[in-house]
């Protein structure tokens, strides 16, 4: 896991080199570039889990609670004190340092959820139980929201992961599948068309399975809440949403193409990682980031240097790199004695999983362009720290079960 | 406490729902990486920039070696208006010479182009004027100056034959792929003959650009890029000095000269009169000058040494009488007796003693003579009717390549006229037309007509005694330093050398003898053969026409000499050509008073 999580360092911390390399400035330690600068926290984030290694396992149990609600205080404060970075108000400056509360919410969200998970008498049947859950969760989301930091907001949904493996009804996971393709369907198409579509899926149902009363009310209620959802999808998408998600959604599903506005990451970032070929361009030949063709192209588009310098087969090796982590957190994670380890080791493949394959999805155009980094690899000191203790601490929990 | 085990097997859900996306992104990227292939397109369309190289376009010579055409740098003033930021504007319009409304104007339509990309705010500044905003420039961001070369000409004449480039048109674009947008191609005169042996060869220049269109260095360190070559320089056969002299004699008349060297057909001076200053039709001045020069009643635009067409009027003796003599219809001895201004059917304007040989009939330009010459061949039993004979003295005439067209390196020229047996079929009616029908011929009237440059080839063809070398431009094309002379093929007349020495003695007799029609200015140095022309014209006073060649034996140039409306082929034409042969031979020679006289002399009240 130690080897994996250097392993992606090491490559965000070249690749952005490589993005902003200019050739006034060809030392990848020059303290002036963003590379420098990433260097500098890749040694604190070193230094930061050192730190966490050697803590007693038992304070993250103990305090989980305190840090969370400590976090959640920083998060206010932001909100009141913070300052303003491209359209944020999520920053602390200290001196020439920015630092994002956001980034650290998500590991202190995922303690208490832990916490809270693991204690007694706690269980999805019941309706309190849920409740302080959602709570826990959309308190941070909410306060994220309002610093206008909407990817870092949604970051929440992840956790659904960590419920469905500790009993939440399988149900819910498949609802929320069906959501989100009654929401594409009616956006690409005619709501009335989709609501005849349904119906016709239900007579079909109706032949093949027990006529029995119960079954029909069921089927006909879940018609009529899915008619109900789709007729509201419109509404909500115009009246809920902002303008340039509206236009990110749609240009992602092809309903607006406007290459020089909303669309021009998304192409550009196909541009840089389509023309890597197979085995990409070379290190530090990569024009299209380098060039700033890609907006964002060390931070949120970090992927398509990667894609452009070290075309496919560089890219499958991240993607890989990645998906090795996130099975090897999880069977990690079910190995552990504790509940409370284990819920905590969930999280963090949820939260990992969530930003890995929302900002590839994103890079590749397979999903709306929401701003949040690509874990260990992205530049930026918050996140990279955030992560980093967000791993160290499972890392600790699972050191522990070892020496016990 | 929930119970571990009971929810285990999600842990399998989660880990195939893991892998699923990453089997999603591996496909995803496998076909935008190594299937699809367009963006790799779009990535060159992104960051490559293709600037063409241009190379420098050949130099001119003339036959002494002066330069006639050179390149001299311009500088047109680029802007890239999203770089411009915080200038200050009236200083800035001081510094170009422009006011606040060219400025606004000129901004805009840069911005209409493109706020990213460069274009021209101002074209081609002179070299002085960039000198000074050279150094004042870097106050202002986004404006900067890019070199490109114009032509420039030293010694301001032969502005027809040296001809001007413009820029490439859609059509010419579409029929030669070499050339593209914003290229310079010859538009007339040897500019256009000799195009491709002038622009050399563009060189391509791919360099990397940024998301703002900086340049950011070469693509592949260059391996892809081409040098330009340089245009091959032309040596013409013109001499500058001749050919300024000339312009200056005709200027305030029209018409035109033309001078050959005979012995190789090569044109020594080719003026139509009015000229224009050929610099007044480069770079931003020329659409405006071209316009001016376009709508000049006096027509400077056209080229008359080559496409005005006129009756060579007694010019034409010296044609008919050697194909006579081939013919054996008469002999140098032959004499007419002449009637004077009263003679018929062909009067004679000058006034001599009579009868006439054919010698003196050319000194003396006799008309009825010629008439009786003319009945002569046409009439001459050997020829079944008025038609063959016709026919046989058409081939003859055709053979001093009148009626026809040269083809050489001129690029325009007018075939001048000498009208086919069915155009008197049509005219008269088949059988009805005799050679008294058709007496105008006899002295170079009627349907005859040739340009001033077929009259010039007539003059070689009797300096060389009956063949010709198709008159041309360009004596030598320099390709990498190595001169090749332009060869051309010698041509011969239907008539034996014999057969023009009489020709030449009368023309002799025209300057050096008592009754010559020349002799006011005979020249002492040198031994001239002329002929007046006096061509009678409809619309106006007679055209003033005069042919000679010089010297006598082994001539280095021959010359014809149209001067519209100028009356007398002895009062125009004849001391014009005299000058300018003169010139050619001697370079310094004591003036003559009518030299001046010719200098000043304006017709300009007769257009």
């Known amino acids: ?404 | 406490m929930i119970e571990n085990k009971a929810y285990e097997g999600r842990k399998i859900v989660i880990i195939g729902i893991i892998i699923v996306i990453g089997m999603i992104f591996a496909a995803r990227l496998f076909y935008i990486q190594v299937i699809n292939d367009k963006y790799v397109l779009s990535a060159n369309n992104n960051v490559l920039r293709y600037i063409t190289q241009y190379p420098a376009r050949g130099l001119v010579y003339d036959r002494t070696g002066k330069l006639m055409v050179f390149n001299e740098a311009a500088y047109d003033l680029m802007v890239v208006p999203k770089l411009v930021k915080n200038i200050d504007t009236l200083q800035f319009c001081r510094l170009i010479g422009i006011d606040k409304e060219a400025f606004i104007k000129k901004m805009k339509k840069a911005r209409n182009y493109s706020p990213y990309k460069a274009s021209i705010f101002e074209e081609q500044i002179s070299k002085e004027h960039y000198g000074y905003i050279e150094e004042k420039l870097f106050k202002y961001p986004g404006f900067w100056v890019q070199p490109r070369t114009l032509r420039k000409y030293p010694i301001p004449a032969a502005a027809h034959s040296l001809g001007y480039i413009g820029e490439v048109s859609p059509m010419e674009i579409e029929a030669n792929p070499y050339y593209a947008i914003g290229d310079y191609i010859g538009k007339s005169g040897i500019e256009k003959a000799y195009e491709t042996e002038l622009r050399g060869k563009k060189g391509l220049k791919i360099s990397m650009v940024d998301v703002f269109n900086r340049e950011k260095g070469s693509y592949q360190n260059g391996i892809y890029d081409t040098l330009p070559l340089a245009g091959n320089d032309l040596y013409v056969s013109l001499d500058v000095e001749l050919q300024a002299y000339g312009e200056k004699l005709m200027q305030n008349k029209k018409g035109s000269i033309v001078a050959i060297e005979p012995s190789t057909g090569e044109i020594l001076a080719l003026i139509s009169s009015p000229t224009y200053d050929p610099n007044l039709l480069i770079g931003r001045i020329r659409s405006k000058n071209y316009n001016e020069l376009y709508a000049d009643s006096l027509k400077p635009l056209f080229n008359r040494a080559l496409l005005a067409m006129y009756p060579p009027g007694s010019t034409f003796k010296t044609v008919e009488a050697p194909i006579a003599l081939q013919e054996g219809v008469v002999t140098p001895a032959t004499t007419f007796s002449c009637g004077g201004v009263t003679a018929s059917p062909i009067k004679c304007s000058h006034n001599h003693y009579s009868p006439l040989n054919l010698i003196e009939a050319i000194e003396q330009s006799c008309n009825p003579y010629y008439w009786n010459v003319f009945r002569k061949i046409i009439e001459n039993k050997k020829y079944a009717n008025t038609r063959e004979a016709y026919i046989n003295w058409k081939s003859y005439v055709n053979s001093f390549n009148l009626g026809m067209t040269f083809n050489t390196d001129l690029n325009i020229e007018r075939s001048g006229n000498v009208p086919a047996p069915e155009y008197y079929d049509k005219y008269f009616g088949k059988g009805q037309w005799r050679s008294m029908t058709i007496r105008s011929l006899s002295i170079g009237q009627g349907e005859l007509l040739v340009t001033p440059l077929q009259l010039c080839n007539v003059v070689a063809i009797i300096a060389n005694r009956g063949y010709y070398y198709p008159p041309h431009l360009v004596r030598a094309v320099s390709r990498n330093k190595v001169r090749e002379v332009k060869e051309y093929e010698k041509k011969f007349t239907k008539v034996e050398p014999g057969n023009f020495e009489p020709v030449v003695e009368g023309m002799y007799l025209a300057y050096n003898g008592s009754h010559g029609t020349a002799r006011r200015y005979k020249m002492d140095s040198i031994v001239m053969c002329g002929k007046t022309g006096t061509v009678q014209n409809p619309h106006g006073e007679n055209h003033s026409l005069f042919i000679a060649f010089a010297p006598r034996d082994n001539p280095r140039i021959a010359i014809a000499v149209v001067v519209e409306n100028a009356g007398y082929g002895s009062a125009y034409g004849t001391p014009i050509a005299t000058l300018m042969m003169a010139k050619y031979l001697l370079r310094e020679f004591e003036r003559p008073t009518y030299e001046e006289e010719m200098f000043n002399a304006s017709l300009i009240s007769r257009y």
């Open chain 1, 1 to 404: 896991m130690v080897s994996l999580y250097l392993a992606l360092v090491l490559v965000g911390w070249i690749s952005i080199y490589s993005a902003i390399y200019d050739e006034n400035h060809q030392s990848i330690f020059d303290m002036s570039q963003g590379y420098g600068k990433q260097m500098v926290w890749i040694v604190t984030a070193l230094f930061l889990a050192l730190v966490i290694i050697l803590t007693d396992f038992k304070f993250f149990s103990a305090f989980a609670f305190p840090i969370y609600f400590f976090m959640i205080l920083i998060l206010i404060a932001v909100l009141i004190f913070g300052s303003t970075i491209s359209g944020s108000k999520s920053w602390f400056q200290i001196g020439s340092v920015s630092l994002q509360p956001a980034e650290f919410a998500k590991f202190a969200t995922n303690l208490a959820i832990a916490k809270y998970l693991s204690t007694l008498n706690v269980n999805f049947k019941q309706f309190k139980s849920v409740g302080k859950m959602l709570i826990i969760l959309l308190l941070p989301s909410l306060l994220i929201f309002l610093q206008n930091d909407t990817g870092s907001a949604i970051v929440y949904v992840a956790f659904i992961f960590v419920f469905y493996r500790e009993g939440m009804p399988g149900a819910i996971l498949i609802i929320g599948l069906i959501s989100v393709v009654l929401f594409i369907m009616t956006l690409l198409l005619n709501p009335v068309a989709v609501i005849i579509t349904l119906f016709v899926i239900c007579i079909l149902l109706v032949f093949f399975m027990k006529r029995n009363l119960q079954n029909l009310v069921i089927l006909f209620g879940m018609f009529l809440i899915m008619s109900a959802f789709i007729l509201s999808v419109n509404y909500a998408f115009d009246n809920a949403l902002e303008q340039h998600h509206r236009t990110r959604i749609n240009v992602l599903l092809g309903i607006e193409t406007d290459l020089k506005g909303a669309g021009y990451n998304v192409n550009q970032s196909l541009i840089a990682i389509g023309s890597g070929g197979l085995t990409g361009k070379g290190f530090l030949n990569g024009t299209q980031t380098k060039y700033n063709f890609v907006p964002e192209q060390s931070t949120d588009f970090i992927f398509c240097t990667v894609g452009e310098e070290w075309g496919f087969a560089g890219s499958i090796v991240i993607v890989g790199l990645f998906i090795a982590l996130l099975i090897r957190i999880i069977i990690v994670a079910e190995r552990q004695r504790s509940n409370f380890a284990r819920i905590y080791g969930y999280g963090v493949a949820s939260i990992l999983f969530f930003h890995f394959a929302v900002n590839i999805a994103m890079t590749l155009g397979l999903f709306p362009v929401i701003g949040i980094p690509l874990p260990f690899v992205s530049y930026g000191g918050s996140s990279l720290w955030a992560f980093t203790i967000l791993l160290f601490i499972f890392i600790k929990l699972d050191s522990y079960r070892l020496n016990a």
